[in-house]
């Protein structure tokens, strides 16, 4: 009876088994993260950029030893894929697996834990699901720490402080170590999250395993910024899907997602092209940078720090009393306009840039500013308004190279004061000699409500420069600042009138402080030279030196 009953379990089981291995063999392949993101939930959108994710979650775990990161633009998939699907992905193919999941609170690395496991529960074949082959052990199933049963592989969840006691992790994937931008912000809260990586998640790893970086770009000294900055940051295999394609294929730069340049990503949430436009509007050119281009610049600077720019608040300048739609500007000793141009009218192309800068003894008010993509025939038509609109700009200064050589050929015998700069040095060093005149305070920009243009784009280009995408603005101002105040005329006839009136001043309060003889006569004081005078006879005598090299 015992052997009828044993036969009998025999035969049940391998029925149940034989129905098993059935319905696997009918179900459907989920050769990449993404076929499995359309199984466990059919309302999954996949992107472009969802595609390349699969092909590097694919390589991490096929690598061993792996080092990636991944910055993508907030709220476009890159959780879902790379850390709930990958995550279930990688236990699919290797079920000894033993993964670590953190981020930046334990609540959130939990939530993560959880909708892994309960996909595993919900997907087992029954009631018309797939069955994705895995189950949850019944004695070790908390969202926090599970395992799969009948396997050693399983998922702990943590968050950036916590521990990772206990057995080795054999794939590590850190989601999002900031929450906001306060904490990005914060020194203190960076220096944590490094010191948890060297310490616990560093320390917990299997030899071989995987280590997978994803998040969005808050600050240059962030998580990622400090991976990449480390002695061993040539490990890391970095993937940055920008929101707004903004390569220069002139310059051999290339896009990820093989788009043209000026192509919007195409969103998992469905944003459309308007809707791209209105976040980046929104989110300032600093922040969306950062967050949707995934290229932080410093806080301060590299080569301009941002605490180095001054602002003037009252507008310089007032309608011209006889030219409609012009400017005048009272009480200044020149005005002067400098261009940097590239006029390809492509959005792959860097800026045509004009501005219009006025000066005040040594220090200088940026008035006014053109910053666009333009064609030749637009470039032409924008200089001559500007010109037309600051007619005291005497000086219009174009470096005369590449497109500049085209404007100044064209320009010259139509518009008077354009002046051919022939750069010597680079971009960097020009930048540099400028340098200590913005760090004296001597550069004002306006503020935001007086401003006939908006002086932020030039900020952050200056504090990302030499490594932002561009930087068009930060030549035309070095160009512009060398010319005013380095060229030993404008600024040193200013400089040397202020100097004598103040040894005049010292001379007249010495003379009162000392009786004067009964019979001596009256000195006559020396005539103090003019300082407009004094800046012709300058320029006058620089002009005939330059035309007798």
């Known amino acids: 009876m015992k052997l009828e009953k044993l036969q009998q379990l025999k035969r049940l089981t391998a029925e149940v088994e034989a129905r098993k291995a059935a319905r696997r063999a009918s179900q459907p392949d989920w050769g990449t993260p993404g076929d499995l993101a359309k199984l466990v939930n059919p309302a999954t959108m996949q992107t472009p ?40 992905w990688a236990l699919t193919q290797d079920p000894k697996r033993r993964m670590g999941i953190v981020s930046y609170s334990q609540s959130l690395a ?92 560093s320390t917990r790893l299997a030899p071989g395993a995987p280590v997978i ?30 929101a707004f394609a903004d390569h220069d294929p002139n310059k051999g730069e290339t896009d990820l997602l093989d788009r043209q340049p000026g192509q919007w990503l195409v969103s998992a949430r469905g944003r459309t092209e308007a ?29 301009w720090q941002r605490p180095w720019w001054r602002r003037y608040t009252t507008p310089l300048w007032s309608q011209h009393p006889t030219i409609p739609d012009a400017y005048r500007v009272e009480e200044c000793d020149e005005i002067v306009m400098s261009w940097d141009m590239t006029f390809k009218d492509t959005k792959s192309s860097d800026y045509v840039v004009g501005q219009v800068w ?23 038509t924008a200089f001559k308004a500007l010109a037309a609109r600051w007619p005291q700009a005497t000086a219009k200064y174009v470096e005369d190279k590449a497109n500049g050589t085209a404007i100044i050929d064209t320009l010259r015998q139509k518009i008077p004061g354009i002046v051919a700069v022939t750069p010597t040095e680079s971009k960097y060093a020009r930048a540099n000699a400028v340098a200590p005149v913005i760090e004296a305070g ?23 420069f030499p490594n932002a995408a561009h930087d068009d603005q930060v030549d035309a101002t070095s160009q512009a600042l060398a010319q005013m105040l ?22 007249s309060a010495e003379a009162e402080a000392e009786p004067e003889p ?31 090299m």
């Not at 080092?67 to 850390?83: A, N, W």
């Not at 404008?490 to 005049?504: H, L, M, N, P, T």
């Open 358 to 380: 006025a000066r005040r003894g040594a220090s200088v008010y940026l008035l006014d500013q053109i910053h666009k993509r333009l064609s030749f025939t637009d470039t032409v």
């Open 213 to 242: 970086v994803i998040m969005t770009r808050w600050h240059e000294d962030d998580f990622a910024g400090r991976l990449l900055a480390a002695e061993d940051g040539n490990r890391w295999r970095v993937v940055n899907i920008p």
């Open 275 to 303: 809707e791209w436009e209105q976040i980046r509007i929104q989110a300032g050119s600093r922040v969306f940078t950062a967050l949707y281009q995934g290229r932080p610049s410093p806080d301060s600077g590299n080569v």
């Open 49 to 88: 950029a969802l595609d390349v994710i699969d092909r590097e979650i694919m390589w991490a775990y096929s690598t061993p030893g792996a080092r990636l990161i991944v910055s993508m633009p907030p709220q476009e998939g890159k959780s879902e894929r790379v850390t709930k699907t990958g995550t279930l």
């Open 110 to 201: 939990e939530t993560f834990g959880r909708e892994i496991r309960n996909w595993i529960t919900m997907c087992d074949g029954d009631e018309g699901t797939f069955d994705i082959g895995l189950q949850i052990a019944r004695d070790y199933g908390s969202a926090k720490r599970w395992q799969l049963a009948g396997h050693r592989g399983g998922v702990v969840c943590v968050g950036i402080g916590s521990g990772l006691t206990g057995r080795p992790i054999d794939a590590l994937v850190i989601d999002d170590p900031f929450s906001d931008k306060s904490q990005a912000d914060s020194a203190y809260y960076r220096e944590r999250v490094w010191g948890w990586w060297q310490a616990v998640g």
């Open 486 to 507: 380095l060229d030993g005329t404008g600024a040193q006839a200013w400089i040397d009138y202020v100097r004598r009136k103040a040894q005049e001043a010292q001379t």
């Open 518 to 548: 009964a019979e001596a006569a009256e000195p006559t004081p020396e005539p103090v030279e003019d300082p407009v005078e004094a800046r012709r006879r300058a320029r006058t005598a620089a002009f005939r030196q330059q035309q007798r």
């Open 442 to 464: 001597n550069v004002f920009l306006p503020e935001a409500g007086i401003a006939l243009f908006d002086p932020e784009p030039l900020i952050d280009e200056a504090a990302g």
